[in-house]
């Protein structure tokens, strides 16, 4: 039973591919596949590439390919949820591509052909991968460096994430997307950009999918992070943390 962990950027990857056993790499689709172990289980390592195409076209190689049992996304996000700030975790419930409009042929947001707009993740590996964000995150200590203003303490929520092709970058944008989803009943927590193509794929193949990302910016104009340093420092060691406790309680 091999799990398949995805992250988007190398900076998110370098940690478990440090730590990974009995690696062999393997190239394929313009991709590169990193198969070994990893706490003891089987794992194949990827990166989903940025933008819903490329994570959906890695979904399907690993599913494809390497007969991958389960996948867990790990990454960062924009916080859009009035109470998800930077340094965060979100543990996404289901997921929805807010730039999917096939209106009025279909309401706002309906996936074509799947009669809804949220898919919903896998409710156990979602489960497991909350009990893995909460009890191992608190444990990671870094610097909290004062140009990334993190809060003292990391909460972790569980909810709706939304992916699009777009970097969400101004107040403005933030703001109208999650009112408008809001106005439809959907009340969303953060903003990524290949989540919700990797949820379809393994809707559609059948494989249990989870994924946790830590908020990187408020996705607004006062983003004053510093995105590379924030992803190297604190998400891909929250990955690291949550991913090894994760994968020891499956
Ligand atoms: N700096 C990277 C590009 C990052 S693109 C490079 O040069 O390659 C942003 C990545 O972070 C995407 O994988 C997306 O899923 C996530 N992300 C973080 N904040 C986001 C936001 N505000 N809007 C959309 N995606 C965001």
């Not at 898919?119 to 156990?124: I, T």
């Not at 903003?191 to 999918?209: H, I, N, R, T, W």
């Amino acid at each position: 039973m091999t799990t398949a962990i995805l992250s988007a950027l190398p900076e998110e990857q370098s940690g478990l591919l440090h730590a990974l056993q009995q690696g062999q790499r393997h190239a394929h689709g313009g991709r590169v596949f990193w198969q070994g172990r990893l706490h003891g289980q089987p794992v194949v390592l990827a990166l989903s590439g940025i933008g819903k195409v490329a994570a959906a076209t890695t979904a399907t190689a690993l599913i494809e390919r390497f007969g991958v049992a389960r996948m867990v996304f790990t990454g960062v996000a924009g916080g859009l949820g009035a109470d998800v700030q930077v340094g965060d975790v979100v543990v996404a419930r289901d997921y929805l591509q807010h730039d999917m409009d096939a209106s009025p042929l279909f309401a706002r947001w309906e996936l074509p052909g799947y009669g809804r707009a949220r898919l919903a993740c896998d409710e156990s590996l979602t489960a497991l991968l909350f009990v893995a964000a909460s009890a191992d995150v608190l444990g990671v200590t870094v610097d909290f460096d004062s140009v990334l203003r993190l809060p003292p303490q990391p909460r972790v929520h569980q909810g709706l994430l939304v992916s699009g092709d777009r970097f969400v970058a101004t107040a403005q944008e933030s703001e109208a997307l999650r009112r408008s989803l809001q106005a439809a009943g959907h009340e969303v927590l953060a903003v990524e950009m290949e989540g919700a193509a990797v949820a379809q794929v393994c809707q559609d193949y059948g494989v249990p999918f989870a994924a946790m990302r830590t908020i990187s910016d408020r996705a607004d104009d006062s983003a004053h992070v510093d995105f590379p340093r924030f992803v190297q420092q604190v998400a891909s060691r929250y990955a690291d943390q949550v991913l090894g406790g994760f994968l020891r309680r499956l």
